[in-house]
Structures are given as structure tokens and as C-alpha cells.
């Protein structure tokens, strides 16, 4: 018997010390969102005994990395484990109601117990009519009055009639009063409850040993890889004597299963999760392979190349027409007084630039894009014209930013906005190597190019065992806006890739040429409603028996 009284005392003291756990709502704070990732920051305070204690964090985002989960708590209460689950079931753990949810089903008990005291009321007066008219009835047929009394009574049966029809007029009145506050009632509780913060299905199981007993704040941080941002920008220029006006944008999308209210929004160009082991270089060595047919390949560097006794020479090409960075300098930046920049803090490392804002911001776990405004920058300009007529017919204008690393943009799509129509989007490119960033702003159709090839001074002479034809192309550039206009104009002669083509430029007029590349530059000065005239020809002299197919 003392056995199993201790059996059943140790058994008693086992169920006494367990502890249930203890739930809590954690609530976003702040958010930094990276390229690729967002690191959330949350709170939650709970009251924890003495001892060891179960702790279940809810609402924190459905896909978080686990390995990059921190608690911060009080010095009195050391973290044991931190776990993470989508599909954590307990019996312990019940609904909270919010406050506001739990006055809205209070007023709705209130609501309903006065209307069943309006409708037992209603249904009393009607009892009371009807037996009134029964009792009519009666006092007819056994009518043993007199005129008067009989008219006494005609007067009381009809006041008592019309006081009781009135009460429940108003009974009635009363009860669609209620019924109509009910539906609005439950309408608002339903609202309430689509308007509540989105709470995920994810939890932080995290055990505890608490030294003293108490309410306790927890900081949560960890990274999601259900965020991004990306950065974009506003460009408007009234005309091309002012500087241009940049706001600096970002696109925010967050589907991390948990809304983001009012939180502290921090942007930053870095990315985490990134293998971040140095890489080593071990020994290359080249060897043979056999092939099919007998031969060998010698692998370099990825490429194989048939062994033969002699080897094929690999030759590189120079294609296409890039934008060149002139001589053009620009003053200093000038920040434009607005709120957004005001609200702004920049932050630059060695390894990224961070955008701390201010003013809170909702983002909604909906995966879709959200615009946040960062700052507002007057960047000082010079405005130059482009045209490649060999490639495009229009003229494009170029605005060109003369040391653009100082205000810390980075790669992102740009809209148009000149003389307050919108034209189109362009591509900010900072990472090159120019100390000159040149952004397109479009097309201009008052600048008219017409490239044509000139007949009379281009055709075709066979020479013994050689085909010469002649190339003739008349550039015409007009200048039909009011101001004077700078214009860089460039074209092109072809290159030879094989010693048994030649080719020879005749005529540049006076273009700056790059034999290695064969591209012609010039730069026009235009004056209003001018135009000018400039003409290339090349002659390329090549064996009659071949054909040239990109001639």
C-alpha cells in the first residue's frame, strides 16, 4: 500500500509541476527588406512563472528561416530551444478576442435579450386584443343594455382597441429598430474580423527558464525570403536648359502570410543568404581525349578544338554601336527641400546602401506591389542629342549626370515624364565604369535624320578575280526646334575578318574614326531650323567567287 501511494503522490506531483503552454501574439515592428529577402522584426510580451515554460509565438511569417531566428529577452530569462511550425495543434490553445470583437458580441447579447422582451411584449398585446374582441362578442349577444350603456361601451371597447393597436404599432417599429441594429451589429463583427491583421499559420515553439516571475517582452528577428524590393525612378525635365528632377522610388512586395502595420520600413541594396566561402583555385591542367574519328581535342577553357596539326585561330569581333561618355561636366548635387526627403536617411558601406524612412508604412502580405517614395534629388544636367540613322531614324536625347556615384542609385527601370507628358521608360545603369552616367529621355521627332544611299557614287566592278563595290550614304540632319541643339551622330564602315577581304573607307567628312571598330562619331553643332549634310563611303574588295551575305 505505501507503494502505491507514492506511485500515486509522484504521479499527483508530475501533473501539479506541468506546465500548459503559454501563447502569445507577436506583432511586426519593423522590416528590413533586401533584394531577395526581409528581415522582420517583431514583439510580444507574455507573463512567464518561475521555472521552465513552453512559450508558442504565433503569427510570425510562414516560411521564415529557422537558422536565423534570434530572441532577445530579459536577463533574468535564458532561452532554451527555438522551433519553428506551420502545423503546430494543441489542446491548450484557445482563440483570443480582441477587444473590439468582444464589445461587438456584448452589444449583440444586449441587442438580442431587448428584442425577446419587445417580442414577448408584442405577443402579449396581441392576446390582450383578441380577447378583447371575444369579450365584444359576448357582451353583444347578451346585450340586456340600454342605449347609453351601450354607447359607455361602443367608447371604452374602441379606446381600448386603438391604445393597444398603437402599442404594437410601436412594438413593431421597435422590433425592426432592433433587428436592423442586430444585422448592423453582426454586419461590423464581420467586418472586424476581415479587417483584423492578417495572422499566419506560423509559430515559434521556444522554451524558457525563467528566474523571476513577471511580464516579460520578447524581441524577435529572423529572415524570409517571401519579400523583395526593387528601385525605380520618376524622371521630369520641363525642358533641356533646367536639371532634371529625380524621385528616387522603390517596389515593395511582401508574402510573408503576416500584414506589415505601421511598421518602420528600412531598404537596403545588400543580400543575404549569399555563400559568402571565399573561392580557391586549384591546379589546371590540359590533356587529351580520344574522339570518334582518331583524333584529339585539346580542352581549353571550355572550348575543344580539332587537333589536326594545326590549330583553328579563334577571332573575336567587335559588334554594334555603344553610347560614348564625352567630355561633359556637371556641377554638384543639390537635394530638393521636399517631406519624402526629409523622412529619408541614406546609409552607405563598403558592401551596400541602406534607405531608413521615417514614416511608417502598411504592406500588406498580398504579393503586390507597393510603391514607397525615398527621396527627391535635382541632379544637374547636360543635354545632348544621339542618333544612330544606320539603327533609328529619330534622334534621342541624352541627359548626361557628371559624377553619379554620389547619389547612390542602382540598377532599376526610370520613367519618362518631359515637358510634363510622359514618354516612356529607360534603364538606369550606375555599374559602368565611365565617371559619366548618360540616360535616355526618348525620342524627339523636331530633330529629322534621313540616311539614303547615294546611286550614282555606289555599284560593283570586277577586277580580274576580285568583286569592288563601292557603299555612298548621305546623312541628313535637321534642326527644326527654336534653340540650338548639340548632336552626336555615329555610323559605321564594315570590318574585315579575313586577310582576302579588303575593305577601304573613302569618305568621313571629317568624323572621329576607330579603325578597331569601325565606328564613326561626330559631334554637331545645330543651330535653330539648320541642316546639315554629311556623307560616308567605303569600298570593300573581295574574291569574285564568294559571297558576302551580311554586306
Known sequence: MKKIYFLFALLFSAFSFAQKPIFTTAKVKAATVYFNAAEISQTANINLPLGTSEIVIKNVAVDLNENSVQIGAPASVTVLSVQFTNDYVSEYEVDLKSPALKKVKDSIVLVQKELLKTTNAKNSETKTLALLDRNQQVSGVNSGLNVLELMKMVDYYKAKQTEIANT????????QKLNETLQKLNNKLEVDTSKEEKTSSGKLIVQVMNNLAGAVPLDITYLSNSASWTPFYDLRTESVTVP???????????????????????????????????????????????????????????????????????????AGVEIANEEYKAQPMMLAKSSVSDYTTV??????????????????????????????????????????????????????????????????????????????????????????????????????IKREKVVDQSGTKFLSSKKEQTFTFDITIRNNKKEAIEMLLKDQYPLSSNKDIEIELLQSDRAKVNPETGILTWQLQMKPNETKKIRISYKVRYPKDQIIENL
Open 168 to 175: 404594437i404599432n410601436a412594438l413593431n417599429e421597435k422590433e
Open 347 to 448: 546609409s552607405e558601406n563598403q558592401l551596400n546602401v541602406s534607405f531608413d524612412i521615417d514614416i511608417p508604412y502598411d504592406i500588406l502580405s498580398s504579393g503586390k506591389v507597393h510603391s514607397v517614395s525615398l527621396k527627391e534629388i535635382k541632379l544637374p544636367t547636360s543635354y545632348k542629342f544621339y542618333a544612330v540613322p544606320k539603327a533609328e531614324k529619330d534622334a534621342f536625347l541624352l541627359a548626361e549626370i557628371a559624377d553619379y556615384s554620389k547619389y547612390n542609385l542602382l540598377r532599376g527601370e526610370a520613367n519618362i515624364i518631359f515637358e510634363g507628358m510622359y514618354v516612356g521608360k529607360t534603364f538606369i545603369e550606375p555599374n559602368q565604369t565611365s565617371d559619366t552616367l548618360s540616360l535616355s529621355m526618348g525620342r524627339d521627332k523636331k530633330v529629322s
Open 244 to 318: 532634371i528632377n529625380m524621385m528616387y522610388k522603390a517596389q515593395v512586395i511582401q508574402n510573408t502570410g503576416i500584414d506589415w502595420k505601421k511598421v518602420k520600413l528600412t531598404l537596403s541594396s545588400g543580400v543575404p543568404n549569399q555563400n559568402n566561402q571565399a573561392p580557391l583555385l586549384s591546379s589546371w591542367f590540359l590533356n587529351y581525349r580520344p574522339t570518334d574519328n582518331g583524333l584529339k581535342e585539346v580542352v581549353i577553357s571550355g572550348y575543344a578544338t580539332k587537333n589536326k596539326g594545326v590549330m583553328n585561330q579563334l577571332q573575336g569581333r567587335v
